[in-house]
């Protein structure tokens, strides 16, 4: 596609359910990124992929966090047992290589009520 | 720990008017920099990007000028009109992948 996709937009859940959020990268890109914006915080780093692999997973703020990234291309950032806390908009974002422009996606605003 | 402050947090300007947005850092061992733009509920637009090696990059209004050694950039934006309005982020690359992000500047170019 021409820019970084991810879906669902908007995700409304209940506490304690689980929810996947997915990110088609551009076509190519190798390095992918997921990170987090909270109401009025800035962005945080969750995890990097290169290839399929995720040299630096230490923004993961908990155990409920994990994410995979499979066939080099769409990644997917699941959180289990979700809290309100993980209320944010989760952004994804790829580049050519991890030293090239980053281009972000749309994000996925995740509502935990 | 590498702080990217950006100020100021705010601006308001007329149409028209030439300015400068900030953006500092505390660790001088950068990769590159990043200027991003973003709209109220969207997300990141890149605007441009500094390497290390680089001084500063344009793009039609824009330019972005990096001073690794005082760890500052400014993005500077000619002859602001109201689609310039949103909110600017600054991003430093520690090592080679991970951005650090300001907080950054809400801007708002009156008509």
């Known amino acids: 596609g021409a820019g970084v996709s991810q879906s669902p937009s908007n995700k409304v859940t209940e506490k304690g359910k689980d929810v996947e959020l997915r990110c088609d990268p551009i076509s190519g890109h190798t390095a992918l990124y997921w990170y987090r914006q909270s109401l009025g915080q800035g962005l945080e780093f969750l995890i990097y992929f290169q290839g399929n692999s995720a040299p630096d997973k230490s923004g993961l703020p908990s155990d409920r966090f994990s994410a995979e990234r499979t066939g080099g291309s769409v990644s997917t950032l699941t959180i289990q047992r979700t809290q309100q806390e993980d209320s944010a908009v989760y952004l994804c974002?790829?580049?050519?290589?991890?030293?090239?422009?980053?281009?972000f996606g749309q994000g996925t605003r995740l509502t935990v009520v | 720990k590498q702080e990217v402050t950006q100020i100021p947090a705010a601006l308001s300007v007329p149409e028209g008017e030439n300015l400068v947005l900030n953006c500092s850092f505390t660790?001088?061992?950068?990769?590159?920099l990043q200027w991003f733009r973003q709209d109220p509920g969207k997300g990141l637009t890149s605007l441009l990007l500094?390497?290390?090696?680089?001084r500063e990059q344009t793009s039609g209004r824009l330019n972005a000028s990096l001073d690794k050694s005082s760890g500052r950039s400014t993005l500077y934006i000619a002859a602001s009109q109201p689609g310039d309005s949103a909110t600017y982020l600054c991003a430093v690359q520690k090592g080679t992948y991970k951005y650090i992000f300001g907080t950054g500047t809400r801007l708002k170019v009156l008509a």
């Open positions: 974002a790829s580049s050519l290589a991890s030293w090239y422009e980053a281009f």
């Open positions: 500094i390497q290390s090696s680089q």
């Open positions: 660790d001088s061992a950068i990769y590159n």
